[in-house]
T-cell receptor, first 108, second 113 residues
Framework: GQQVMQIPQYQHVQEGEDFTTYCNSSTTLSNIQWYKQRPGGHPVFLIQLVKSGEVKKQKRLTFQFGEAKKNSSLHITATQTTDVGTYFCAGDDYKLSFGAGTTVTVRA | GAGVSQTPSNKVTEKGKYVELRCDPISGHTALYWYRQSLGQGPEFLIYFQGTGAADDSGLPNDRFFAVRPEGSVSTLKIQRTERGDSAVYLC???????????FGQGTRLTVV
């Protein structure tokens, strides 16, 4: 079955710095979704990418879908304390198979 | 309601007991998912409903787990003969269609003692 892998598992970032988290699927995806889960909370939808090579931006967040539709990335610029949480990608083979997530901590 | 509602928010039960976890999805959402999340892990798929039918139950760990959605709205996840390893947060999500944004409930934290 489909497997979604995320790296890194943990990301410790200095406030103001940029970082990128990556998502790789064992199979071609019809689309990919990204979610954010704050400590103690539930996953909250961020974005969905559908087209090969698609790039979408949300303020300081940039999401990209690979040309082969098997990988994706999330790049955050000028990290803030509000970015703390775990970021999950979810491959859509209707099951929404989630990766293990990248847990982000921010040093002020 | 405005969002996905799960009850109870917390459930402590003794090993061997039966439990039911309820999910009220967003009105009109045809797709409903159940996930299980352990500490430090991503949500683990359990079962997916499209309407009243279980379109995919391949994630249910064993036959102690069962879920229903009789009228295509509220869903109940049922766990028989609970084991300590069943302890986790059980998340429910609904979506307007099977390829769209999924809205998650706050989850039910199940503790088996």
């Amino acid at each position: 079955g489909q497997q979604v892998m995320q790296i890194p598992q943990y990301q410790h970032v200095q406030e103001g710095e940029d970082f990128t988290t990556y998502c790789n699927s064992s199979t071609t995806l019809s689309n990919i979704q990204w979610y954010k889960q704050r400590p103690g909370g539930h996953p909250v939808f961020l974005i969905q990418l559908v087209k090969s090579g698609e790039v979408k931006k949300q303020k300081r967040l940039t999401f990209q879908f690979g040309e082969a539709k098997k990988n994706s990335s999330l790049h955050i610029t000028a990290t803030q304390t509000t970015d703390v949480g775990t970021y999950f990608c979810a491959g859509d083979d209707y099951k929404l198979s989630f990766g293990a997530g990248t847990t982000v901590t921010v040093r002020a | 309601g405005a969002g996905v509602s799960q009850t109870p928010s917390n459930k402590v039960t003794e090993k061997g007991k039966y439990v039911e976890l309820r999910c009220d999805p967003i009105s009109g959402h045809t797709a409903l998912y159940w996930y299980r999340q352990s500490l430090g892990q991503g949500p683990e798929f359990l079962i997916y409903f499209q309407g009243t039918g279980a379109a995919d139950d391949s994630g249910l760990p064993n036959d102690r787990f069962f879920a229903v959605r009789p009228e295509g709205s509220v869903s109940t996840l049922k766990i028989q003969r609970t084991e300590r390893g069943d302890s986790a947060v059980y998340l429910c999500a609904s979506s307007a269609d099977r390829r769209g944004e999924a809205f998650f409930g706050q989850g039910t934290r199940l503790t088996v003692v």
